[in-house]
């Protein structure tokens, strides 16, 4: 059945009128755990829920405690009981998601209820031990449950963090410049979402056709210095989304500068090697389909990025290029994606409202194939870990012969 604009926009009304009450009911009031378990408010770590201030940035690079390493009285967060201990849980509900593909194909409208849950848990594990784990089930996936973000930390001191993870890369980045997982808007950064893979069935990326967003085995070491004005993190690792971290390696460096506490500048590299003699048993391949890879291939992702807090605004902006070796005989690519973005921390009738607006261009098939494409929404934070989202997403611009597409989100977000 064809849905009409109007219809649209009655459904629309209708799911706003029938879930909003209940993130105004007077039992929202939980506070997330970590900031139930420091006995501070989520504002305290949070710019808005889940982007990050400085202090929030000192905590996680401190392995979760207030004070430094070398100042910190806490033993371990196993010492208290388990109600005190930091295990969290989000759940994020898209009620309403419609897309439009363009040109003569019909829009879709989706009803995702429940879309994903999530289950945290971190902090000080013992002593200068600290880590975190997420588990994660998503409509998209079957509801399976699935493992995407789980370290470990020895903070050996203020200035040094060794980390045991399977994790995305630069997973201990403080900043939100490169984190799918504090981004603001529903849709995710195209600079972590791209896989710059123009036709799967004689191409794939060398980096196991994967994302930055997406997890690999790693140790590396992370940590401040130069008056902890300078972020560092430096590591080795296998390829996206292979388990066992099989013969193809991956090497990273991210370097991120303070001049002033709302001003950073950053810079990130990371190259690695699709091994052909690599095990499949971890879920990784340099195969294309049936299509059995004859040499091994080198790939590089590397760019710079910035952060800006200006009076109640928030500007970030990363551009990233990627270079892939060519499939057997296939040519070498060379892509490259960046966006710009404002966020607004605002304030109406005591509650948190937060405008996002984001232009990117993205690039395929060796720079030869370019979409540009605009997102703005709203975020209301009824409580602090209760959010509502409205969101649109188009096309400006894409390569000849292709249609442009849309997007319309609502989203909740509740975290306990």
Partial sequence: MEITLEKHKKLFLFLMVVFLPFFYSSQSQA???????????????????????????????????????????????FSKSVSQFPIAMAVVSRPYLHSEPGGSAKGTTEIRAIHEGELFVGGVLYKKISGFFEMETEGEDG???????????????????????????????PYDTLSNMRNLSVEDYNITSDTFNYDSTVYRNADNDGKLQHPRQQFSVFGRVLNNQLFYNLGVGGLTEDKIGSEST?????????????????????????????????GATCNVGNTIATKNRNFTRSGFDFQ?????????????????????????????????????????????????????????????????????????????????????????????????????????????
Wanted: proline share 3%.
């Fill in 250 to 282: 991956t090497a990273f460096a991210r370097l991120a500068f303070d001049f002033t506490p709302s001003l950073m500048l950053g810079g990130f590299y990371l190259s690695g090697t699709c091994d052909t003699n690599m095990s499949v048993d971890g």
């Fill in 143 to 173: 509801f399976g449950v699935a493992t995407e973000h789980m370290t470990l930390n020895y903070d050996y001191s203020d200035n040094v963090h060794f980390q045991m993870a399977y994790a995305p890369s630069f997973s201990a980045d």
């Fill in 308 to 416: 800006l807090d200006f009076n109640k605004f928030r500007f970030t902006s990363v551009f990233l290029k990627a270079t892939d070796d060519g499939f057997n005989s296939g040519a070498d690519q060379t892509n490259s994606d960046y966006y710009i973005q404002m966020v607004y921390f605002g304030n109406a009738s005591n509650h948190q409202i937060v405008p996002l607006l984001r232009y990117q261009s993205s690039e395929n098939n060796n720079g030869k194939d370019v979409t540009k494409r605009v997102i703005a929404g709203v975020t209301c934070y009824v409580q602090q870990n209760f959010k509502a989202t409205i969101e649109y997403g188009t096309d400006t611009s894409v390569p000849a012969g292709a249609d442009k597409s849309s997007n319309t989100s609502l989203q909740f977000v509740a975290a306990f």
């Fill in 31 to 77: 506070i997330p755990a970590f900031a139930r378990s420091h006995k501070i408010s989520c504002t305290s770590c949070h710019a808005a829920f889940p982007s990050l201030n400085s202090f929030g940035r000192a905590f996680k690079t401190n392995g979760y405690r207030i004070q430094p390493v070398s100042a910190s009285t806490v033993n371990s967060d």
